[in-house]
């Protein structure tokens, strides 16, 4: 069974360029979440798809990012324009049913100059 | 306003010792309280998981204790080995209804020979 597959790995970006994130949950995993680590801080919860439904998307920071997940498949994560406090690592990660722990991605490390 | 506190934020330890790594919660509401493991340029790995109506959980080498009064719960690796060398964090959910999670800020653990 193929993982979360994330990319691309690296992206490095000057300020106020836009990026797009893309990440693929393993096949049949209805919930995809985003998680972001800022440097050497805690990994924070940014939203939750069900399908292609928001079920959560309180983590979001501000309306430059903008997440989709058109026909329940891959998932991309737009940030525009990008910000300096905008790098860190942006990971994803996949489950099929709630309470059971969920599937992470190697993660995308964003660096904003 | 940080929900999760751990410590330590580093911890190195000589092979065959004990790692200890705990965590203080604030909301009882908890209900979820699992560890990850992440190694460099990986994403975080599910290692290890307890819900509150259990004070401890063995699964080899580690082991979750859970003081719900305390509100802490703290992970144990027996035997440390070199290859349990990683990032370690410590989580708990928020909402069953999302399966959100709110981390630590991690500890990194180095096990020398």
């Known amino acids: 069974e193929a993982g979360v597959t994330q990319f691309p790995s690296h992206s490095v970006i000057e300020k106020g360029q836009t990026v797009t994130l893309r990440c693929d949950p393993i096949?049949?995993?209805?919930?995809l979440y985003w998680y972001r680590r800022v440097m050497g801080k805690e990994i924070k919860f940014l939203l939750h798809?069900?399908?292609?439904?928001?079920?959560?998307e309180s983590g979001m920071p501000n309306n430059r990012f903008l997440a989709e997940r058109t026909g329940g498949t891959y998932s991309t994560l737009k940030v525009q324009p990008a910000e300096l406090e905008d790098s860190g690592v942006y990971f994803c990660?996949?489950?099929?049913?709630?309470?059971?722990?969920?599937?992470f991605g190697s993660g995308t490390r964003l660096t904003v100059v | 306003q940080q929900q999760v506190k751990q410590s330590p934020q580093s911890l190195i330890v000589q092979k065959g010792g004990i790692s200890i790594i705990n965590c203080a919660y604030e909301?009882?509401?908890?209900?979820?309280f699992p560890w990850y493991q992440q190694f460099p340029g990986k994403g975080p790995a599910l290692l290890i998981a307890?819900?509150?109506?259990?004070s401890e959980k063995k699964e080899g080498r580690f082991t979750i204790s859970f003081n719900k009064s305390a509100k802490q719960f703290s992970l144990h690796i027996m035997d440390s080995q070199p290859g349990d060398s990683a990032t370690y964090f410590c989580?708990?959910?928020?909402?069953?209804?999302?399966?959100?999670?709110?981390f630590g800020t991690g500890t990194r653990l180095q096990v020398f020979p």
């Open positions: 990660a996949s489950s099929q049913d709630l309470g059971y722990g969920y599937t």
């Open positions: 096949s049949g995993h209805d919930n």
């Open positions: 798809f069900v399908k292609e439904s928001k079920q959560d």
């Open positions: 909301n009882t509401a908890f209900d979820y």
């Open positions: 307890i819900r509150p109506d259990v």
């Open positions: 989580a708990v959910r928020t909402d069953g209804g999302t399966d959100k999670l709110i």
